[in-house]
């Protein structure tokens, strides 16, 4: 039974051996860990993740795939095969006793975003996630202030996760060939965050307008929002723009923001 990629699923199938290998390496899976894959397309990270000893759920949202799936995978008791949307998927219900799951998938480019987000309401129930997204995206996720990747993707993604970039991924190694280069990244949700935030969506909020219009000072950006005198009593320069500022800074830009600031900003 063979499949033809699909394009409005943004489908491009891993086959090189060799980063299936470093994958495999990377993530350290330890046998009877419940593991979940997003995407699993046609099996080749479900093999060698069996291979490990796992026990593994896999979500999948092309009912050509999940029948596929369940062909080839039709004596595998340490499998069971999801169909269905991940970003509707509810993760919590695949949760037995304590356990926390362990997440893999390569993602495609119109999703990864609010999917990831999605898992994050889970981040109590998750251990880690890898995931393969295009470079660009794992560069934003990655970057530090004063890159001029840094956005709001990389203070929101660092507030619930420790992050690391682990190696590329060139466009030969899927079919169809991409025409941007991949990376696999490891995202571990923190404990406890690195940063006292009173409100996750004053927080968003605040992060959303200062990267608006990146080229506006703080005190233009967040002016419907932080009195540019507030913001200077922080120890933050008013004149600065939104990519010289840390999560701190940010935390506590969103820890001043007053519910009636952000009510009437969404009116």
Avoid at 62 to 69: P, W
Avoid at 187 to 210: C, E, F, G, R, S
């Amino acid at each position: 039974m063979s499949h033809t990629p699909r394009k409005r699923f943004g489908q491009n199938f891993l086959h090189d051996h060799n980063i299936i290998y470093n994958i495999i390496s990377s993530i350290q899976a330890q046998p009877n860990e419940h593991w979940v894959e997003i995407g699993p397309g046609q099996g080749a990270l479900t093999v060698p993740l069996l291979g490990e000893g796992v026990q593994l759920d896999v979500v999948e949202l092309d009912r050509d795939l999940v029948a596929l799936l369940k062909q080839k995978f039709n004596e595998q008791p340490r499998l069971q095969i999801h169909s269905g949307d991940a970003l509707r998927f509810d993760f919590s219900t695949l949760i037995n006793r304590n356990e926390k799951l362990r997440v893999i998938g390569n993602l495609p480019y119109n999703i990864s975003t609010p999917l990831m987000f999605h898992l994050l309401d889970n981040a109590a129930i998750i251990e880690d996630m890898h995931f393969m997204l295009q470079k660009e995206v794992v560069d934003r996720i990655c970057a530090a202030p004063g890159s001029k990747k840094y956005g709001r993707l990389s203070v929101m993604m660092q507030y619930y996760c420790a992050t690391e970039m682990l190696f590329e991924v060139p466009p030969e190694s899927f079919d169809p060939v991409p025409q941007v280069t991949s990376a696999i990244i490891r995202l571990v949700p923190h404990n406890q965050p690195p940063v006292q935030v009173d409100d996750v969506a004053k927080l968003n909020k605040v992060v959303t307008q200062a990267f608006s219009q990146r080229r506006k000072t703080l005190r233009n950006s967040l002016k419907k929002l932080i009195d540019e005198q507030d913001i200077a009593k922080l120890g933050i320069d008013p004149t600065a723009r939104a990519e010289t500022l840390s999560l701190s800074n940010f935390a506590s830009l969103s820890n001043i923001l007053s519910v009636e600031a952000l009510e009437l900003d969404q009116e």
